[in-house]
């Protein structure tokens, strides 16, 4: 059985959420192949460059082969290649459109995620109903070039704190899945912290076998 998580508006949202990355020893579309043969059940595919048709062709492929494995592939930063790609959802960070302009793109269908950095923001992006939130960093990480102050667990912690209080109140929740730095031996620590997930990149996609890293990091 699948472990998946459940927004108030029934997305199933997975707990191991595996990016896709520019400076990984392959191409995106190998990257891609690989996660589906270690059975990943939720990967965002995370293009930084090229230009969009460049993107929009490894996309069109990538959402082939992760229908075929019912793999939910999610688009970095661009609702409209999402769309153009048919993809299952995108992810936006700080200095992309709002959720709310996004889902005027994509529609209440689409999974949409954002990035937070700060209590505030994670506030804000559930404000605007995200369907999940993506927390980082937890510690620093070389696949971000403009890296947001490291939260550590007692970030994570503080965050897990304020969504209790949000539920309490009867207000709108996501579940929020923690990224940057982790490692297999943190996973105890930032689910006890309260964390729906972790996301994951340059540690599963850059490692000798994308197989045995996935395994590692099994939520």
Not at 180 to 195: E, M, Q, R, V, Y
């Amino acid at each position: 059985m699948k472990k998946i998580l459940n927004c108030l508006n029934m997305k199933k949202i997975h707990p191991l959420q595996i990016l896709t990355w520019d400076d990984a020893p392959t191409s995106h579309l190998s990257q891609v192949k690989a996660l589906l043969e270690a059975k990943a059940e939720w990967i965002q595919l995370r293009q930084k460059s090229g230009s969009f048709e460049e993107k929009l062709k490894v996309a069109k492929e990538v959402v082939a082969l992760c229908n075929q494995k019912q793999t939910t592939l999610i688009i970095n930063d661009d609702p409209f290649l999402c769309l153009e790609s048919g993809a299952h959802g995108v992810h936006l960070g700080l200095s992309d459109l709002p959720i709310k302009e996004a889902l005027l793109i994509l529609g209440t269908e689409a999974i949409i995620g954002g990035t937070a950095n700060t209590p505030e923001q994670v506030v804000q992006r559930m404000e605007d109903h995200a369907d999940y939130v993506g927390l980082g960093p937890f510690r620093s990480t070389e696949t971000k070039k403009k890296l947001s102050p490291v939260l550590g667990i007692d970030g994570v912690k503080a965050i897990a704190s304020l969504v209790q209080s949000r539920k309490e109140k009867g207000l709108y929740t996501c579940p929020f899945v923690v990224i940057g730095g982790i490692t297999p031996l943190d996973l105890p620590l930032i689910k006890s912290a309260g964390a729906n997930g972790v996301a994951i990149c340059s540690a599963i996609v850059s490692a000798p076998s994308i197989s045995d890293a996935v395994k590692q990091f099994s939520w």
